[in-house]
């Protein structure tokens, strides 16, 4: 009965230059290393995660929506919500296409700018006298 090779400290070239213990090549190391599949690496099995487009421009407009006076941050804020959708949908059909938190944040943020825009102004209006 022959015995199993000797564990052996290797550098794995392949992965980035992780080092792993391996046993006549089945590597026990628990997976350690920053190098692994789906993180861009030429040849890799599993896809890179993207992100998507629509979601960050959703919440650049979002944060922009910040900035502007009360009545131009409504159109804004809106589209924002609109881009936040468009990126969850993309999420949805697509995982690759990037985190899911990126168009949430896109739709929370839109959502909490639009209706905290739409109390001031309810208010403002409400308020003036005729």
Known sequence: MASAPPPVHAVDWAHGGSTAWTTGGLDVSGGAGGVGPG???????????????????GIALAVF?????????????????????????????DPVA????????AIILGAFVLLGQIAILVTALATTPA
Do not use: K, N, Y
Request: glycine share 10%; proline share 11%.
């Open 98 to 105: 990037g985190p899911g938190w990126l168009s949430l944040t």
């Open 39 to 57: 993180r861009g690496i030429p040849g890799d099995t599993e896809p890179t995660r993207r992100p998507s487009l629509a979601a960050i421009i």
């Open 65 to 93: 929506a910040f900035l502007l006076p009360s009545w131009w941050a409504l159109p804004v804020a809106a589209i924002a919500i609109v881009l936040g959708v468009v990126g969850r949908r993309q999420f949805r059909a």
